[in-house]
Nanobody
């Protein structure tokens, strides 16, 4: 079992930045692929980015490349999502996810989810 707790969300003006954190706990959490998804009001949850357990594979949705950066610190069992140049369309609940399989360009296979953290961008 892996537990995930997100933090770092909040209200930010358009053009601003936030860094989301996800602290993982559990016996095998450091060996899992970690990733981020988001769900905007009235929309389906969508994949944002994922990183393999050792960081050698990173995939980010094309539309978010250059603005969003995923990273991880296995010593701290934490994965991060740096959000830059935010706009109103980025307003959503951001969810951390963990899964045992390697990420691909199409996303990841999440087995565990965090509770989500709200990001609101004011225009």
């Amino acid at each position: 079992q892996v537990q995930l707790v997100e933090s770092g969300g909040g209200l930010v003006q358009a053009g601003g930045s936030l860094r989301l954190s996800c602290a993982a706990s559990g016996r095998t959490s450091s060996s899992y692929t970690m990733g981020w998804f988001r769900q905007a009001p009235g929309k389906e949850r969508e994949f944002v980015a994922a990183i393999s357990w050792n960081g050698d594979r990173i995939y980010t949705v094309d539309s978010m490349k250059g603005r969003f950066t995923i990273s991880r610190d296995n010593a701290k069992n934490t994965v991060y999502l740096q959000l830059n140049s935010l706009n109103a369309e980025d307003t959503a609940v951001y969810y951390c996810a963990a899964g045992p399989n390697a990420p691909t360009a199409w996303g990841m296979d999440p087995r565990y989810w965090g509770q989500g953290t709200q990001v609101t961008v004011s225009s």
